[in-house]
């Protein structure tokens, strides 16, 4: 039972636009969610995260939005920039600070320069 | 600054064979620290996690178990490889409120 879906397993968007990946999650008791970031042959880098009292979190061109309504998460980038490109996984824990996360399947990203 | 070794990078491993799988972390102490696994297609799943020596949780049943002789080492083991072993593993380690720290990851290929 997949409890957090990235449905887009591939996106692809011109240097200088917005690129927007999205997450959906089924579980209730989530309460905080994260983005990493995985380039090939390295381990995933923490990107951004949102608590669930949140809907929005901002740090630099890279935005978190969470609709707990609809249990969906998305990340925004802009502008997206060739650096950009990498794999990006949602994840979401109920328990901050004891990190048992749940990570999506991930989005692949690229930035068309 | 704290940092996370984790090696082999890649493995190749015929099926029965024994596994072993190092991870340290160096710049902090009382780590939590995670095994997590990539199969092809999936997210990454837990498989272990320990919030101190010789203290391990297993996320779900497996082929697989893992070891914490020292407080910055994890070490995940099998003594006879599946084919459904392969897989991209991945050592983290949290502490506090911090987000997971990820190693660079082994990629297993049990043939």
């Known amino acids: 039972d997949q409890q957090v879906k990235q449905n887009s397993p591939s996106l692809s968007v011109q240097e200088g636009r917005i690129s927007i990946l999205n997450c959906d999650y089924t579980n209730s008791m989530f309460d905080y969610f994260l983005w990493y970031k995985k380039y090939p042959a390295e381990g995933p880098t923490f990107l951004i995260s949102i608590s669930s009292i949140k809907d929005k979190n901002e740090d630099g061109r890279f935005t978190v939005f969470l609709n707990k309504s609809a249990k969906h998460l998305s990340l925004h980038i802009v502008p997206s920039q060739p650096g950009d490109s990498a794999v990006y996984f949602c994840?979401?824990?109920?328990?901050?600070?004891?990190?048992?996360?749940?990570f999506g399947t991930g989005t692949r990203l690229t930035i068309i320069p | 600054s704290q940092t996370i070794h984790q090696w082999p990078a890649t493995l190749v491993q015929p099926v029965g064979s024994p596994l072993s799988l190092e991870c340290t972390v160096e710049g902090t102490s009382n780590p939590n620290l995670y095994w997590y696994r990539q199969a092809a297609g999936r997210g990454l799943q837990l498989l272990f996690y320990s919030v101190g020596i010789g203290q391990i949780s297993s996320e779900v049943p497996q082929n697989l178990s893992a070891s914490r002789p020292q407080d910055r080492q994890f070490i995940l083991s099998s003594k006879k490889l599946l084919l459904s072993d392969s897989g991209f593993y991945l050592c983290?380690?949290?502490?506090?409120?911090?987000?997971?720290?990820f190693g660079n990851g082994t990629r297993l290929t049990v043939t």
């Open positions: 994840a979401a824990t109920g328990n901050f600070g004891n990190e048992k996360l749940t």
């Open positions: 983290a380690w949290s502490r506090g409120n911090s987000p997971l720290h």
